[in-house]
């Protein structure tokens, strides 16, 4: 696992604040993290050089680069301009439903009654001032509408559970919500194929982790990317959402990641 110390952390945080201000508009950029330099002409070889990373729909080059660079200045991406080791990287990133009729689940899934979508239960969650239990899952998942409230169904082991979606903290620059449970769902504790849930810890460059999706199952994955911020389209609505992190499959895994696995913890 590569290494990174304390300081270089927190001097690239700061530079990925001002690639943000910069960049986070550009309609190009789909993801601002910090992580390792990747060499995409080099079988995506990772040096150990820890870099404010710019993600982007489409990476120009020659002529299309020099272009941008004398017509539209300011959209160039560079270490000068940020304050840091920079990496740009062509990737594009989107949340993705599966519909209703999708017979093929392994895992526990919620059905929103609004958006007609069906995603993964993240897990059972407890309020900290109410103690009542509810399900912590992605906004797209659990609401889907800035205007209607979303009815949900929990799907697990053939059985239909209603639940309503309660709040969200997107206002909080996180892409979350929680729903309310309407009878125990104990069993949501430890998803099929991933284990119990016992605790939570901050993400770690090179951490292996796993997760377990409605369509994919179990599989598991390294973070290569930390601290990521996006502007995402949420119900019509473009939103900047912090916190984000990347995840890469590893060897282990054949079905990584795909349509109705959203709101799947790792």
Known sequence: MKTYNLESIIRAKQALKKAATLHIMDTNVSLIDIGFRIHDQD??????????????HRKLRGAD?????????????????IGFAVDVIEASYNA?????????????TVYNNLTKAIGTVGGSV??????????????????????????????????NTPAHCTRHSVHQFLDAAVAKLTTDQA????????????????????????????ISGAASGIIDG????????????????????????????ER??????SGAWW
């Not at 889907?144 to 053939?158: A, F």
């Open 43 to 56: 079988q995506n070889c990772i040096e150990p050089e820890l870099t404010v990373r710019v993600h982007v």
């Open 187 to 214: 069993q949501i504790k430890n998803p099929l194929g991933a284990g119990a849930v016992t605790g939570a810890i901050f993400p770690r460059l090179g951490m292996k982790v796993i997760k377990s999706g409605s």
């Open 96 to 108: 993705q439903a599966v519909s209703n009729d999708h017979a093929d689940f392994t895992s526990t």
């Open 226 to 253: 930390i601290c990521g911020c996006a502007l995402i389209n949420l119900d019509g609505i473009r939103c900047i959402v912090k916190n984000i992190v990347r995840i890469v499959p590893d060897n282990s895994s």
């Open 65 to 81: 680069f020099a272009s941008l660079a004398e017509k539209e200045s300011q959209r160039v991406i560079s270490a000068e301009r």
């Open 126 to 159: 407890c309020d900290r001032f109410t103690k009542e239990e509810m399900i912590l899952g992605s906004w797209s998942t659990l609401c889907g509408s800035w205007t209607k409230q979303s009815d949900l169904s929990i799907r697990q082991n053939g059985i």
């Open 256 to 261: 990584f990641c795909t349509k109705g696995d």
